[in-house]
Every structure is written in C-alpha cells, then in structure tokens.
C-alpha cells in the first residue's frame, strides 16, 4: 500500500493528523517525518518489532542502530542508565537542536533498536513538527534517517516518497529541511567524550563548551583500516548511481581540471555532472551544471548537497565531479558526506 502524504506547516500543525500519526506508531506502523537535520523514518523505538520494520523498509543492516527521539528533556533519564555532566552540560546547550548523544542504556530500551549494543543515541530535535509527533508516540521514536540504505538521506518530502513509499505508512510533509545534514552525534561511553559524526555542531563548538573532546579515529583517517565506532560510518553511503570524484584545489585550477574532463566526455558523446556553486556556475561551459549553493552562505550548501546527489540520479551522465567544500564552519561535517559519496575519490587539481 502507497504511504498516505499530509502536508503540514511548523506555525499549524493539524492536532489530528499528529494525532492518526501517533497513533500510527503507537500500533507499530512507521511514519516518516521532517526534522532540521533532515527527514528522519519513525517506528516506536520501545518496540523491537517497530525497529526490526525499519530495517527492513530501509534495508539497513540490523547491526547499525537507531537513534531515539524524545522531545521533553525529562524522557531522558528513562531511557539511559547514567548520564555523564558533559552531557549535561551539552544538553542544556544544544537541545533542542542537532545533537546526538550516545549514552549507557536502559533495559527499556530494547537490543533491536540499538543494533545490539548496551548504548542508545538520543536525540531532542527542535522542528516543531517532529516534536508534536514524538510527544503523541508516546515520546520515544527511533528515527534513522528516512532514504533506502545507501542513498543520500531526504531533505524533502519527495525523496521519502521516492525511497520508502512503498514501505511504511505515512510521510508527514513539512517542506524542505533547515540544515540537510545529519546530527552531530557525541560518544560519552569512554572517558573522554568522542565525535561519531561530524553535523551542524562543530568539534570546535564542543570543545568550546566541554574542553576536551576527540574526533573518532576512524572518521580522521580513510586509507587504513581503522573502524570507526558508530556503525554506520563504516557502510559505502549517500552515493548517487554515477561515479563521484571530488576536485580539491585553487578555484581556477579546479575549474580547468573539472572543463578537461567535460570535454574529453564530450568527444565520446557522453555528459558529466557538475556540483558547482553559485560564484563558479557560469565558468563550467560543458556538462550539467548544478549549483548547491553560495561560498558566501555554508548553510545553503549544507543544506542542498543530498538534494542534488539525488537529482543527477535523474540525469544521464557518465560521472560526477564536484568542488571541494572546506568552508570555515560545518566544512568537516559537508566534506564527510561528499567524501562517502565519492568512495573517498578526491583529486588535487593544484
Ligand atoms: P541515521 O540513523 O541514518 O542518522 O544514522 C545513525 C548513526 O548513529 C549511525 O551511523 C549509527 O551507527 C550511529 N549510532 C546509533 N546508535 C549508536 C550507538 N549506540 N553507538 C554508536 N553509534 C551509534
Ligand atoms: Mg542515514
């Protein structure tokens, strides 16, 4: 059965489709909803049947687990065994936001939405919409990310209609997420507390606030063999259908190099994809040519990088190459994702 779409708006929120939605949950189903971050798929995360339907809709490995959403602060405690005063701390600073944390659990919550670990990922989003939601659950929703395994995560709508509706029973259609890139998620099980995933909020930012805070090994180092400790950063992800490869350098060496290969498959009859921004759209004469957004405003580059990995899936060309984006503030958490989706492929054009 075709998920039913109801439109919603974050200043009217139509109480009774949250609450169909809810209840939705409440009975095991799933529904997909928006989140700043971007659309996350929802089953309720104290129900090991719901978290076993998510892997199989998304089909996501059942060893990659999920994270729990709350949207009271107080739903924290019943939900982990200890909580550290770092995390504390960063609660109080970042929550509501884009902040995963990653705590001892409680026997609550079941093995299945954890991947069989003895820690859960807890997050408090801020989009209003998603908050209604949780809340009408019950106020614990686990939520990965709401594409098929693999695919750049949804920032819109249509990309869960795209991936999933088939699948689960309701997208709830808030329009386009805030920020399209994943949370920040924060590991306070060893002593020093340790970033899985780079997002919105900065190592800088944490360290700021907490002092000593680590990037996990595995995220810092991709040629050798290094695991990075949340499971899901180890799966190939966030790839479109054609082959990505980054170009990283000075602008006008970039550009030449990205022109040379639009040429050469142009004399074979083929096209190139091209992720430019919108100060270097006009100089790539070849191709297709997307923008993801202005230098000059990172945000909007956060914002639009899955969306256009999706859109050249509807396009026919031969490979994809994209600028590097090392923009001064969520440049890291951009980078992480463009590199996933290129299998790690990055040129120097200087
Ligand atoms: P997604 O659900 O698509 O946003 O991905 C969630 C990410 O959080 C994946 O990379 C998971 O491996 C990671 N994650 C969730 N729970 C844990 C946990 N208990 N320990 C480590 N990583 C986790
Ligand atoms: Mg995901």
């Not at 009774?16 to 798929?41: C, D, M, N, S, W």
């Not at 859960?120 to 929703?141: H, M, N």
């Not at 249509?158 to 997208?171: F, N, Q, S, T």
């Not at 994943?182 to 507390?193: A, G, R, Y």
Request: a negative charge.
């Amino acid at each position: 059965m075709r998920a039913e779409v109801v439109e919603m708006w974050a200043d009217y929120i139509d109480p009774e489709a949250i609450e169909r939605a809810g209840r939705i949950l409440k009975e095991g189903g799933l529904v997909a909803f928006p989140t700043e971050t971007v659309y996350g798929l929802g089953g309720n995360a104290l129900d090991p049947r719901a978290s076993m339907k998510i892997y199989a809709a998304k089909g996501r490995p059942s060893d990659n687990p999920l994270i729990v959403h709350i949207a009271e602060m107080d739903k924290l405690a019943e939900i982990v065994s200890r909580i550290p005063d770092e995390a504390r701390i960063l609660a109080e600073r970042f929550w509501p936001g884009p902040l995963t944390m990653i705590l001892p659990k409680a026997d609550k919550v079941p093995k299945e939405t954890t991947g069989g670990l003895d820690s859960v990922a807890v997050r408090f989003p801020s989009d209003k919409i998603a908050q209604e939601l949780i809340k009408a659950a019950g106020g614990y929703v686990a939520a990965p990310s709401a594409n098929t395994s693999g695919r750049p995560s949804p920032t819109k709508a249509e990309h869960v209609e795209e991936d999933l509706g088939d699948a689960i029973d309701m997208i709830i259609d808030g329009g386009q997420v805030g920020i399209g890139l994943e949370s920040t998620i924060v590991d306070f099980t060893d002593e020093i507390p340790v970033v899985l995933r780079p997002g919105y909020i900065s190592l800088e930012m944490l360290q700021e606030i907490l002092g000593e805070v680590r990037m996990d090994k595995g995220l810092l180092i991709t040629e050798c063999n290094v695991r990075p400790k949340a499971p899901g950063m180890k799966y190939r992800h966030y790839a479109p259908a054609a082959d990505l490869t980054i170009i990283e350098g000075n602008e006008a060496a970039v550009i030449g190099r990205i022109n040379q290969f639009a040429a050469d498959a142009e004399k074979r009859g083929m096209q190139v994809g091209i992720i430019a921004t919108d100060e270097t759209a006009e100089k790539y004469p070849s191709g297709i040519v997307k923008s993801i957004g202005s230098r000059e405003d990172e945000d909007s580059i956060g914002r639009h990088l899955f969306e256009v990995l999706r859109e050249f899936d509807h396009c026919n060309v031969c490979a994809i190459y994209s600028e590097a984006f090392y923009t001064p503030r969520i440049g890291q958490a951009i980078m992480n994702r463009l590199l996933k989706a290129a299998g790690h492929k990055i040129i120097s054009a200087s």
